[in-house]
């Protein structure tokens, strides 16, 4: 059976309908292919809800650093499943998830493109956390273990055409040249968002970003 779709302001209703039923921490999950709208919808909902209720714990902390990218052959493939600590991150929901202490994380920094250790924080009185990424549904590795640590996965959908213009314009942004953004963004980008689109029927929800 499909998923049940909502806009963006019923995915707020949404959210806000489980933090009034609810005593126990809500982990949402908002899951989508490279460029789909994922920080665009964390960032709605983090604007209109409560500042002191919602933590974001996106999943590019855990990229692996450049170096051992290039220790491991994968410097090419940055972006793909097994150029993530997946385990780690799975780690990190799962002490979200269980504790009631203040709980630090990495943040991703694409201007270098590297994570700052213990500069996110899970504050002990947050009642909301939402992780984003590209694998949260992903079945390898420590990935299998994530969707299992969210209260709901939501999945961002969105005109594909719109999608790849987005990203050649962020790559070309952060610093690639035109035709280098263009190739990463069909290249790279399109083999990891076939990874992403195989698991878009498990998701609890999907979430339209035809209007943004």
């Known amino acids: 059976m499909a998923s049940p779709t909502l806009t963006f302001q019923q995915a707020l209703e949404r959210t806000r309908e489980l933090l009034n039923n609810s005593n126990e921490r809500?982990?949402?999950?908002?899951?989508?292919?490279?460029?789909?709208?994922?920080?665009?919808?964390?960032?709605?909902?983090?604007?209109?809800?409560?500042k002191s209720d919602v933590s974001l714990i996106p999943m590019d902390g855990y990229h692996l650093s450049n170096q051992q990218l290039a220790n491991l052959g994968r410097s090419n493939r940055k972006g793909a499943p097994d150029t993530f600590d997946s385990f780690g991150f799975a780690a990190l929901l799962k002490r979200v998830k269980d504790?009631?202490?203040?709980?630090?994380?990495?943040?991703?920094?694409?201007?270098?493109?590297?994570?700052?250790?213990?500069e996110g924080l899970v504050s002990a009185n947050t009642r909301l956390v939402i992780t984003e990424g590209n694998y949260l549904l992903h079945s390898e590795g420590g990935w299998a273990s994530v969707a299992s640590m969210l209260t709901e996965s939501?999945?961002?959908?969105?005109?594909?055409?719109?999608?790849?213009?987005?990203?050649?314009?962020?790559?070309?942004?952060?610093?690639?040249?035109?035709?280098?953004?263009?190739?990463?963004?069909?290249?790279?980008d399109e083999n990891n968002a076939q990874l992403v689109e195989a698991a878009r029927d498990q998701a609890d929800f999907i979430i339209l970003n035809s209007d943004r």
């Open 26 to 50: 809500i982990i949402i999950g908002i899951v989508g292919k490279p460029g789909a709208g994922k920080s665009t919808l964390s960032s709605f909902l983090i604007d209109n809800l409560p």
């Open 99 to 118: 504790s009631k202490d203040d709980v630090y994380f990495p943040i991703f920094h694409r201007e270098i493109e590297e994570s700052i250790a213990a």
């Open 154 to 188: 939501w999945y961002v959908d969105v005109n594909d055409e719109l999608r790849l213009e987005r990203l050649v314009d962020r790559h070309h942004f952060f610093g690639k040249e035109r035709q280098a953004a263009y190739d990463w963004a069909h290249g790279t």
